[in-house]
């Protein structure tokens, strides 16, 4: 037998110390981080199915919810996003998709991988989706199963309105699938007073915990519809008939390895998160959005998103003319170990993304932002 050398120079890692202020992942209270590094137990040990038992009613009082099914997928938020799709889309069913940004053209993707007939409602980048749009699309296609949106659309900051939408979906006899992932624990996410019917987000972004869970949430009738499939779930992984074995109310069996050690740290996040109150977390996201916004617009910055559809949580701004904008974000990096957000698709090299998720939403990481990015700007 003859190995292959060894790599050399290989040293621990030792990431530094960033000021994380873009589009997520954002920063972790020190309890977070020191949850994640408790010892290692087994997923059927029954310390660690007590403590899944907390983590399920922490992440209900989060959505607030009373949905049973309510639980972190073990995955980042596209898991959790194609979780709903490929459970609730059957081949040749119509889904309307109502796109504003990146993550809308992702649920397009979704949409057609599970076999559904895609109706694509647009609306313009930074800009909230427009109900109006919704309700003709609806008419035109009663046939419709399905709608889907994305609640904060993080590529711009545009917020929508969830329970208008919902409203329509639900008067058109279609389920909702919303994408909760930049809004959940930084702006009102009232899943059961809007009746959303599948609902994801991701543990990186207002809820400060490590990337790779995806918290969803299914109502009962979006229960009904996945136990009348005809076909099976496409995905085994995902299949949640299968998951439920593992995370459901009553049964615990094997289903795959769960990643214990961030769940620990979601369910301290999540202990955080109610110790704040959701209130006052909605509150201090408002409340530090209104002081970068001051300041950002001080130095002559325009906000992407008109005024009463902005997300507190992501605060995106056109570059002036004549910045060199990639090269502003590399200083910003370099000089303050600060990262904050680029543009994406057709906004790519037009704007910069300031997040103020979660842990990272405090005022010191405003007024860095404001002096770091006013002193590369002079
Ligand atoms: N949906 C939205 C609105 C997002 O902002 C993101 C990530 O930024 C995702 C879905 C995908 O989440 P993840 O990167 O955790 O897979």
Redesign the pocket.
């Known amino acids: 037998m003859t190995l292959l050398p060894s790599p050399k120079k290989i040293a621990s890692f030792h990431p530094p110390l960033r000021t994380l202020m873009g589009?997520?992942p954002s920063e972790m209270h020190p309890r977070t981080i020191a949850a994640l590094g408790q010892p290692v137990i087994g997923y059927l040990d029954p310390i660690f199915v007590g403590m899944m038992e907390e983590l399920k009613d922490l992440l209900r009082y989060t959505y607030q919810t009373k949905n049973p099914l309510t639980f972190p997928v073990s995955?980042?938020?596209?898991?959790?996003?194609e979780t709903c799709f490929v459970n609730l889309v059957e081949r040749g069913d119509k889904v309307i998709v109502c796109r504003n940004?990146?993550?809308g053209g992702?649920m397009i993707e979704n949409v057609e991988r599970a076999g559904g007939v895609c109706v694509v409602v647009e609306d313009t980048w930074g800009e909230p989706v427009d109900p109006q749009k919704l309700a003709d699309a609806l008419k035109a296609h009663p046939d419709t199963k399905i709608v889907a949106f994305?609640?904060?659309?993080?590529?711009t900051g545009a917020q929508s309105d969830a329970k208008t939408l919902i409203a329509l979906a639900k008067q058109a006899g279609a389920l909702s699938i919303v994408?909760a992932?930049?809004s959940l624990g930084g702006t009102p996410v009232l899943t059961d007073e809007w009746g959303a019917d599948a609902i994801?987000s991701?543990?990186?972004?207002c809820l400060s915990c490590t990337?790779?869970l995806?918290p969803v949430s299914f109502s009962e009738a979006a229960i009904a519809r996945v136990k009348a499939r005809k076909s099976k779930v496409q995905s085994w992984f995902m299949d949640l008939n299968l998951v439920m074995a593992y995370w459901g109310e009553t049964q615990r069996t094997y289903h795959h390895t769960a990643p214990g050690n961030s769940l620990y740290a979601l369910h301290e996040a999540l202990l955080l998160l109610r110790e704040e109150g959701l209130e006052h977390a909605w509150a201090r996201h408002q409340r530090h959005h209104l002081a970068i916004k001051a300041g950002l617009e001080a130095m002559g910055l325009k906000f992407v998103v008109r005024e009463g559809a902005r997300l507190p949580q992501m605060n995106a701004v056109h570059v002036p003319e004549g910045i060199a904008e990639a090269e502003v974000r590399k200083r910003l990096l370099a000089e303050f170990n600060l990262e904050i957000g680029a543009g994406l698709g057709p906004l790519a090299g037009k704007i910069w993304r300031f997040g103020l998720m979660g842990y990272s939403c405090k005022a010191e990481n405003v007024m860095l932002s404001l002096s770091a990015l006013g002193s590369v700007l002079s």
Do not use: C, L
């Open positions: 589009p997520g995955g980042p938020g596209s898991v959790g996003m940004g990146v993550f992702r994305v609640h904060a659309e993080t590529s994408d992932v930049t994801y991701a543990s990186q972004k990337p790779g995806s």
